[in-house]
DNA sequence: TTGTAGGCGTTATCAT
DNA sequence: ATGATAACGCCTACAA
């Protein structure tokens, strides 16, 4: 009850504790109340039978009244109204949703909400649904796609739709598209809406920017391999290096952390790739951190790239070369499909390359 | 209907759409369903008569067998739940929390979803959560007290309990306090549950690393006027500082950005501090930046020490000397509060000093 | 324009 | 052990 002073917990230990699932919520304001004292303090909350008997109207009166005017007299509804804001009445948003089955919150899930990449995209779709009236349910997925299946399992029934930044294969998608509706962020899956971001310009973009250096060798690092972003950034950058007359290796798959850019640097270092292009930029900074650790200079002997303009690519050294993800247009326009105010099937997004300083002239 | 390319719009532009607030959500199979047929496609979800029908029981006997088991014969439930999954039987959980008022949802809301140190804080939440079969639902006040009371409004009537990182004043939690369980991070007051960081101790580390190093004259680069965890480490500091014959100059308040490190850089430079100590390290890595560009040495002429590690604290120039605030564990923590399966009222969590490169002995 | 009544899917309370 | 029934708070035909 007191003051706890709490050793660093590891979280294995916490999770120690029984899985015990029935824990009721700590009571607020337990039992004894005034019962029914002059006029400030109910400790029900009103409904709106209390503003109907009140206002003296019927209980259908009083709920068009509040959430239907025009079906009513302009008298009636002020009077109403005036009660129901006096008596503090507000409206149970569970049991309006019951009838209607509609929740007005939109259910948001993200591989990683540790990667600014994704607050980006958050940022966009939360403004969006709140300035249409919708609440935003934010959940993350850690790339998993076990539990992204099972975020989406639990938020299904209490939400109105999704927008997915998907690790899940085609069919588990195609399961959910006849539950909730879905818009996918890139992802493009047949009968599916989306916005993605245009990979095809983008790489063409990259690989333009790396062939005026004079790079004829070039590696990429994939990302994860259930991502269609990295699927399709690969084949665009295999096509455009075709074009071009650019060797490309591939490598990888690597988890699109931090932690992983040491292996991925490794990888790289051991071909005759000039510059490497990374899935993204967790991935990139941390390669430019295992390349200084080793003592390889960046750019002077190896270009990188990186995808996606995170916190992070201005001030990593050197600054990183990387494409300006629209993450938080995505997640406007997401939003705005899902509730219907765009009527389009696949958004594309320009992601402009932005050239700092990791890469430069080839030299080897 | 078909591919659209969109050009990047601006956040104002995009908004500009009327605020409209009645747009349904495309519906998905809409009507014309098989009405009755063999078996396998029902379109509308099953419910608990259907299954209570189709094992040949009465409602009140499936739900009890679904849902209290052990009150009904061994027999009726394993038949039951056999009916039950081969229909297919979800629970509506909005009818379930209708007559009980709970959802199982607990709310979250951080003043800065794009900060690294609060991803930390989401996970271990939502671990926690998970775990004690709740869903989390996460919200973004961007450090406006006016968002964060729109966004507690909005989840109050669909949550269980929140768990806050608060920057309302205190009137408004307590207002909170008796609508709905409340715990809050990096804060303190009467009557509500906190789990903070050990501000007192990890004051006492930084300053008594700082005048290891020979340091006399420190700064601190104060964070939100709204912080209540900025307004604690400030007088913790000055406490220390005051006990170690250490000179403490207060400047700002700052936004808690990296933008604001250039302000912030400036200010400290126009005092005598031979060390700065910033509010969280998205300031000191921005104060760091701005340094740089003005040619200073760190730590050769100014010493900085960050707040929180986050993600970038290793890697900018130079790694940051900061606090490890245990924010996953504080989480955890919270989540375990708020679901009484730990009774405080009041956990400490330590902060441990990690010293990196931006401090070193003071020159000047 | 307004009132009456039924239903949304569950769970809990009472009988049986 | 099981069945009937009444809530939960709101919405919406339908009737007046």
């Given at each position: 009850m007191a003051r706890i002073r709490l050793p660093s917990l590891d979280s294995a230990r916490h999770m120690m504790?029984?899985?015990?699932?029935e824990l009721p919520i700590a009571c607020h304001t337990p039992g004894m109340d005034h019962s029914d004292g002059a006029g400030s303090g109910p400790s029900r909350p009103v409904t709106i039978y209390d503003v109907a008997r009140e206002a003296g109207v019927a209980t259908s009166t009083a709920s068009r009244a509040l959430s239907n005017p025009g079906r009513v007299s302009e008298r009636t509804r002020a009077h109403v109204e005036e009660v129901a804001r006096r008596l503090g009445y507000r409206p149970n948003r569970i049991a309006q949703a019951l009838p209607s089955g509609r929740t007005r919150m939109l259910g948001l899930v993200v591989?990683?909400?540790?990667?600014p990449h994704n607050a980006r995209l958050i940022r966009g779709a939360e403004a969006q649904a709140a300035a249409a009236g919708y609440t935003l349910v934010i959940a993350d997925s850690q790339e998993q796609p076990e539990l992204e299946a099972a975020h989406v399992e639990r938020l299904a029934p209490f939400v109105d739709g999704f927008v997915l930044s998907s690790r899940v294969d085609d069919a588990g998608l195609h399961g959910l598209r006849d539950r909730r509706p879905v818009v996918l962020f890139n992802r493009t899956l047949p009968e599916l809406p989306s916005v993605c971001v245009d990979f095809d310009d983008s790489g063409r973009q990259v690989v333009e920017h790396l062939t005026s250096l004079g790079h004829r060798t070039v590696a990429y690092l994939r990302g994860p391999a259930t991502s269609w972003a990295d699927a399709t950034r690969r084949a665009a950058l295999a096509a455009h290096c075709r074009r071009h007359g650019v060797a490309l290796t591939l490598l990888g798959p690597f988890p699109p952390t931090l932690e992983a850019g040491a292996a991925a640097a490794d990888a790289a270092l051991a071909t005759d790739a000039t510059a490497v292009i990374a899935f993204n930029d967790l991935l990139a900074i941390g390669v430019l951190q295992r390349l200084e650790h080793r003592g390889v200079a960046v750019p002077g002997a190896l270009s990188v790239v990186g995808g996606d303009d995170i916190f992070g690519a201005t001030f990593c050294r050197p600054p990183l070369t990387t494409l300006a993800s629209p993450a938080d247009q995505a997640g406007r326009t997401l939003v705005d499909m899902l509730n219907g105010r765009i009527d389009a099937t696949e958004v594309v997004l320009p992601a402009p390359l932005v050239a700092r300083d990791s890469t430069g002239p080839r030299r080897s």
């Open positions: 504790a029984t899985g015990c699932r591989p990683d909400i540790a990667n």
